[in-house]
């Protein structure tokens, strides 16, 4: 069999990003003119790859993202189950310490292992990775598509990518994340094994000051 190569990456940033405010599956925002620049780097960078297929999730920072290579006609597909972790009663709010601590709490309450434990009102990992196997069945079920890409949202890919590598759930904090990020994976039938990691050096090209740097709200959006 042939290794199926699959392009990973997350949204370009978006206002709600910058202004710290959390977005997940509930809030359908755009790309900023930041983000458009990150997915026009993108875009750029790896044209030239012969994608046979590009799934996203429904939300549209995440189609607007990949909108270079749709206009290229490459087919493209939209699955609910790549959209991010629902985050509840917190979403479209801007973070305050004291939710900062709540979500901490959440956090480590994951990491501790309790993946079943939904965040107010909305999901927890579990139900998410539930609603992507689906979506990963599909995906490998097409030999045919060799290369692929996929791009999705921060706590939702780190979700898929413990899945695909199979890692248990309370570890998906060790896949880190940016706005355009790459993570590429190659499947060889049996196993996927990662060749590239959080990689962003395609956006490193007169690159504006970094407005989602890593930390706290980085990591929920």
Request: net charge negative.
């Amino acid at each position: 069999m042939s290794i199926k190569k699959v392009y990973l990456i997350r949204h370009g940033q978006t206002d709600y990003n910058v202004q710290c405010i959390v977005q997940g599956s509930g809030v359908n925002s755009q790309l900023n003119d930041e983000g458009q620049r990150q997915a026009s780097l993108f875009f750029q960078h790896y044209k030239h790859i012969p994608f046979d297929k590009v799934y996203t999730s429904t939300l549209q920072r995440s189609i607007q993202s990949v909108q270079g290579f749709l206009d290229l006609g490459i087919p493209h597909e939209t699955h609910a189950g790549l959209n991010e972790i629902n985050w509840g009663t917190r979403e479209g709010t801007r973070i305050t310490p004291e939710e900062d601590a709540y979500y901490h709490n959440i956090l480590q309450t994951w990491c501790d292992g309790e993946t079943h434990v939904c965040i107010e009102g909305g999901e927890s990992p579990d139900l998410v990775a539930e609603r992507q196997k689906s979506v990963i069945q599909t995906i490998l079920s097409r030999p045919e598509e060799e290369t692929i890409l996929i791009c999705m949202h921060g706590r939702a890919m780190r979700i898929l990518l413990c899945q695909l590598l199979r890692y248990p759930l309370r570890c998906m904090d060790q896949f880190e994340h940016r706005n355009l990020c790459l993570y590429q994976l190659d499947y060889t039938g049996s196993m996927f094994t990662v060749k590239s990691y959080c990689d962003t050096a395609h956006l490193h090209v007169a690159k504006l000051p970094d407005l989602a740097a890593p930390g706290t709200h980085e990591q929920i959006r």
